[in-house]
């Protein structure tokens, strides 16, 4: 006898939930976009760097119940060919790799990752490996600093960049 008196309150309960309409949220967007430039990327001993960039990106952002954006998935496909301005001599970079924005809990803030192949420099986009960075990397909400890190590197931070990619092309 308890279970059938325990039954219909259950059986309603459902019923009610089934009738009640779900909640609207709004739904994800996506987007696509191109990059592409040129611009003197270092000036080393005897010459320039000159970089050519092709980059296609596509994304979706995603929004909680009140419609704040809480997360954005971009994927990545970059080409970068750095030139000798002097003798010609290039190394083509390779991208491909995912960015991640996601909303820090109760502020406008958001962290950001990057997973996958961040860079991958060959001499003429087929030779030696000159750089390489592969793996995932955090940044905390100021986008400078690194939180996580975990891979592998062979891209030094800093002048020291620009010192190795001078070597490369030299």
Known sequence: MTVRRLLLPVILGCAVLGFVAPASARPPESFSFEQTGQEVLANCDGFDILLDTTGFFNGTTFFDQSGEEVKTIIRGRITETMTNS?????????????????????????????????????????????????????????????????????????????????????
């Open 86 to 170: 002097d003798t010609g001599k290039t190394v083509v970079n390779r991208g491909v790799f995912q960015d991640f924005f996601r909303r820090i809990d109760g502020t406008d803030q958001f962290t950001h990752s990057v997973v996958g192949f961040d860079f991958q420099g060959k001499v003429d986009g087929r030779g030696p490996v000159v750089f390489q960075v592969v793996g995932r990397k955090v940044f905390g909400p100021d986008g400078e600093t690194i939180v996580f890190l975990v891979g592998h590197s062979t891209l030094p931070e800093g002048q020291a960049a620009e010192t190795a990619l001078c070597a490369a092309l030299s």
